[in-house]
């Protein structure tokens, strides 16, 4: 069937595919999007979906350790590619559900301290959303302007903070503008402030080097299905420092996953890949 066909809209793309359809002569250009998983990431992978399937959770037989142990391993992988310490990673379902922890997670645990947080115009929908939700039970928020190039400057955000702000959150690099941030200066403000700040950096980690050692960030964000992983797995980084950074659970029941930050069952066979992920 002519791939003219679907671009006029007279089928779907689905019931192209489902007919057997192959679409020839695509030139892919939304990797910002999302990316194809890497053939060396599924070969990681698949194992864990059949043999070594095991409840990463459970205990004293040998199917759950060795889940156990992947996970483990996929969790210092993890820390490597950003330069943090496997205990300050928690895995998640993507950038949706980190951002959604460190933003509500954070305010609604430490709004004894402050309500105002302060965000940008261009941030994605995970993150301007919970700002919105926020703003509804009594937080209030500055949300700051982009200059003409498309970034949000440091003086923007040092205009915006106030005594009460308890909480910056802006992107790494902005996923239809392609703009970077300069992160490590408004990281640098709101460290001397004593204001947590929140890194949305689903369009950075994996492609442009990062290293929070080097960078004041408290919490920052990332997705697998960005760099050549699968959709519905995604990290969150918490510095662990003092005093603690509080993040209250948004999902209650099961606390097995991520020592109370999110609770679920771990996928190891997802959080397997990052371990090949991070090393490709
Ligand atoms: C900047 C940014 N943040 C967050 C997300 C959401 O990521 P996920 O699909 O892993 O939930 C995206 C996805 O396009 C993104 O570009």
């Not at 059949?50 to 483990?72: F, W």
């Not at 993507?94 to 460190?102: C, D, L, V």
């Not at 992160?183 to 929070?212: L, M, S, W």
């Amino acid at each position: 069937m002519p791939v003219d066909f679907i671009q006029a809209g007279l089928i779907d793309n689905l019931e192209f595919i489902e007919k057997g359809g192959v679409m020839k002569n695509i030139v892919y250009l939304d990797n910002n999007a999302t990316t194809r998983v890497d053939e060396r990431v599924l070969a990681e992978m698949l194992p864990y979906f059949t043999q070594h399937y095991g409840n990463p959770t459970s205990r004293y037989y040998p199917l759950a350790e060795t889940a156990k142990k992947a996970v483990e391993i996929s969790r210092v992988q993890c820390a490597k590619l950003i330069g943090a310490k496997p205990q300050e990673i928690y895995f998640t379902s993507g950038a949706t559900e980190s951002n959604n922890i460190a933003i509500k997670g954070f305010c609604l645990a430490n709004s004894n301290k402050g309500k105002d947080i302060v965000t940008s115009l261009i941030e994605y929908r995970s993150v301007l959303d919970p700002f919105k939700e926020l703003e509804k039970s009594g937080f209030s928020v500055r949300y700051v302007r982009p200059d003409h190039y498309g970034k949000v400057s440091v003086e923007a955000i040092e205009e915006a903070l106030t005594e009460n702000t308890i909480l910056v959150s802006i992107m790494f690099a902005n996923n239809e503008l392609g703009t970077i941030n300069p992160i490590d200066k408004i990281a640098e403000i709101c460290y001397r402030k004593n204001i947590i700040f929140h890194c949305d950096a689903t369009q950075g980690v994996g492609k442009i080097p990062i290293d929070i050692r080097k960078i004041a960030v408290d919490m920052l964000s990332f997705s697998g299905h960005k760099i050549y992983g699968p959709k519905g797995i995604g990290g969150l980084y918490i510095r662990k420092k003092t005093p603690k950074i509080k993040v209250q659970p948004l999902v209650n029941g099961g606390g097995q996953r991520n020592r109370k930050i999110n609770k679920g069952r771990l996928d190891h066979s997802r959080d397997w890949q990052f371990i090949a992920l991070c090393a490709i």
